[in-house]
């Protein structure tokens, strides 16, 4: 028998087992060929990766250690006797296997596997060969399958109400914080809107991180069927809900591989309204040459696969194609978004306009789910909510509810504008890269840092005048963002002579 | 800049680097996106795999850890001062994704690939999506640009000599050590035969495993120049040679995928034998219900895959398709083995005749490779040689230039006779389960352990008669074989009321 310890290293979620190559009890040799085990103990088990250390310090020859996530998830405590025996490979993935061979999977065969993988039995090389050979090809059926797993995997939410709306955007674009404008409206018209969302991982903002400006976020899900209860919607961090957590584990092996496809977006998005409890979703598909989307036909693709799988698994879904050629509204970062935000729904005169547009689009279409709605009043039905000032009551209800935010986020101090290199019109705004800078300059962390937007797509721009303000705390930060910017600014400026790249 | 310092744990070959949560000279969380981290220090870099660690015993805040593997190669002292950067993913990356997306690879873009794998720039993760991708589909150009890419990244041995045969067999019998009595045959005949082989990784012994009881195989590349220079043969471990070093990096995530595909199979053994200078390779595909390859139809197409990439690079390829469908010779395990395979080459009358026909039949091919034997002699010949002597006494002058093995190593002293349960006669052993009764007896790390059978295929046996004999040096292994020797011991035998599995 060995002695449990924690070994306190952070494997990114993987169950990582470390053995000393002294080890007594066992041979380390004896598990190296699939360099996977089993660890038993009192009816708990557990599968890891092994790893072998030299080092007595980390693990004693006497000794089992388990990375943090392995630890908690095995659930023993420290000094607890376990044992090991060779890991049987999960059964599910004979049907990675099969479909490595170019075979269709079964529902039930999917449902395996995503069941496996949410109870972390999958390494992340297993998970690499399930997503790679679900790449090559899916089925619709697969896809539906695929879906269903996803969703019936976790928890679940529950709302005794007949209609439960939900509003999702493919993300991509700096600044689109409609959501936040959205909810508010659509709670002040009556209709449940209770919309989870995550912390950025690539982005300088996710929606969770803005609204983090303006109240507590780590809401438990008794909590937010008050708030709900109370006040119709909320905006809360999705890491309480564990809706679908398959899919969180997926998406941890898809983006550094960078595997991106449809069916893998479909199944991602719609298991975890499932799980949510919506009946009917609204879906923004921006489209930009640097957006997520791409093209028109990339976009109609995506939605028909959409709708055919909401349709199949009980959700009533609208797409809407929009722009994505340019950042949403003019900050970039939790701090600037949240001013953006409250600027609209206050009405302020100068809140910029494209993002109270393009949250009164939806909106909209989000009101027209309601029954009792007239086919087509529901912009304008938006519009007045939001004139009204029942938007902004409906927001400060929600902030209430969730619980006002008590510490203050200032403005980065370190700020630097950037500057035109000509005289022209903006011509372009490179979404990835303004988000890059954003990032660098220390956005969502920081939550004062990002950057101020001062030129949108079609304003004139004398050289030498600002398109952009960067906003830091560090210094280390605000030079690294500074340097990017000026390597390139992401900007395209249109002289009278064409189109020209802006340079610092 | 943070410390360097190597942090005593065995990732198994993948650079792992470990920061401090509380790190002073970064964010951990910056890099936490992508996980991988490029560390820099003068002129030195590595993409590494980022773990964070809670105890500054593993890393203190100003320190950088790297695993065992990773630490060797970035080739920098402890303390050094590092820095870091967000990894830029290697560039062919890019190739893998577009093979996800289903197109095919140019020979350039194999050959990106396989060089930032065999230099350790990509995670298991990134290589279990490349070889995932591959094994949905591959042109037979892609086949000869994944087989010359491996041959050519890594080292190469030159003989300066018109012709250098091999031998090669595509594995899962138990007890084959053909090699072993090939290699003097074909050295005593005059062709020279460098055999380089691999150590047990799954199976009870490799041929290195084995061929240790007799002789010294751990031997540098100028040894072996020399080595063959004397005696036209050697039978060493490979691993000195860093022939086709992607090959055993991709092995090392395709054992635990259980990805076996034949494009693999062809690339891995054509580019070792490539890079080892081979001009004629006879291979040996045996076909049984337990064995790699299970049907007559899998492996005429495996011959054809390989006789025309072996065309192509240059290599003149005989393929001869055996029977496998029960072990060859008596032992398996190391001691068990070597027994077995000096008892042939002694000429012993009670050697296994199996073991000694099955080597003269692939020595014969092997010899009909030179030029100056008429067509359908080698078979003769290899006899011939074999009967004379002059194989026994090849191979006593290799094991003299390789250095005679110093230490002794018994039969396992613990025994147990595994007993038939009926009257009958054997229909069929399972290789599969009779090769992991072995390996959990201890072999090849105990080369005593293993079993011997005395019972083949064929052979009448009684009820409550000896069927093999189990051998092990480790109490508790012992046991454990008995144990699954129990629960299936490997044997059908067939009654006269038609077959029967024996159990214990």
Redesign the interface.
């Known amino acids: 028998m060995l002695k449990l310890k924690c070994?306190?290293?952070?494997?990114?979620g993987e169950n990582v087992a470390?053995l000393n190559?002294r080890c007594t009890p066992y041979?380390p040799?004896?598990f190296?060929?699939?360099?996977?085990i089993e660890i038993i103990a009192d009816g708990h088990r557990l599968l890891a990766t092994l790893?072998?250390?030299?080092?007595p310090?980390?693990v004693a020859p006497d000794e089992i250690g388990l990375?943090?996530a392995g630890f908690k998830r095995f659930g023993m405590p420290c000094g607890a006797a376990v044992s090991i025996i060779q890991a049987k490979?999960p059964a599910s993935?004979d049907a990675v296997?099969q479909k490595?061979?170019?075979e269709v999977l079964s529902a039930d065969a999917l449902y395996a596997i995503i069941e496996d993988i949410a109870t972390h039995r999958y390494?992340?090389?297993?998970?690499?060969?399930f997503?790679?050979?679900c790449?090559?090809f899916m089925t619709t059926d697969e896809v539906l399958g695929l879906t269903r797993a996803m969703a019936s995997v976790g928890g679940r939410l529950e709302w005794g109400v007949e209609q439960v709306v939900d509003k999702h955007c493919i993300g991509g674009i700096p600044g689109n914080r409609t959501s936040m404008i959205v909810v508010p409206i659509v709670a002040a018209h009556g209709l449940p809107i209770p919309k989870t969302s995550s912390r950025a991982?690539?982005s300088p903002a996710g929606t969770a991180d803005t609204m983090e400006v303006l109240a507590n976020v780590d809401v438990a899900v008794d909590d937010m069927r008050r708030i709900v209860r109370e006040t119709n919607g909320c905006l809360v961090w999705g890491g309480h809900v564990n809706l679908s957590p398959a899919d969180d584990i997926l998406i941890s092996?898809e983006?550094?591989?960078?595997?991106d496809t449809r069916e893998q977006l479909v199944a991602s998005i719609l298991s975890k309204k499932v799980a949510a409890g919506s009946t009917d979703l609204l879906l923004d598909i921006p489209i930009g040459p640097t957006a997520k989307v791409r093209s028109r036909a990339d976009a109609n693709r995506l939605r028909k696969l959409f709708e055919h799988i909401a349709q199949e698994i009980g959700i009533r879904v609208d797409v809407v194609i929009t722009d994505g050629a340019e950042p949403i509204g003019r900050g970039i970062g939790p701090v600037l978004e949240a001013r953006d935000v409250m600027a609209v729904l206050r009405n302020d005169p100068d809140a910029p306009a494209d993002l109270r547009e393009r949250a009164i689009l939806l909106a909209g279409r989000v009101l027209e789910f309601d029954p009792k709605l007239t086919g087509g009043e529901g912009e304008d039905k938006a519009r007045d909510i939001l004139k009204s000032g029942a938007a902004l009551a409906a927001m400060e209800r929600i902030i209430a509810a969730q619980g006002r935010q008590t510490k203050s986020f200032p403005l980065g101090p370190l700020t630097h504008e950037v500057m035109s290199s000509a005289d022209g019109v903006v011509g372009a705004i490179d979404c990835y890269r303004i988000a890059r800078i954003a990032r660098i300059a220390g956005a969502p962390?920081d939550k004062g840092a990002g950057i101020d937007l001062l030129k949108k797509v079609g304003d004139p721009v004398q050289a030498g005048e600002p398109i952009y303000r960067i906003h830091a705390h560090i210094k280390a930060d605000f030079l690294f963002a500074l340097n990017m910017a000026h390597e390139n600014n992401g900007y395209a400026i249109v002289t009278a002579d064409g189109p020209k790249a802006a340079h610092g």
């Open positions: 070994v306190e290293i952070d494997t990114y470390f190559r041979r040799e004896d190296q060929a699939l360099n996977k790893n072998i250390a030299d080092d310090e980390i990375s943090i490979p993935l296997r490595i061979n170019g390494s992340k090389m297993e998970i690499a060969a997503l790679v050979a790449a090559g991982i690539t092996v983006r550094p591989l960078g595997i962390i």
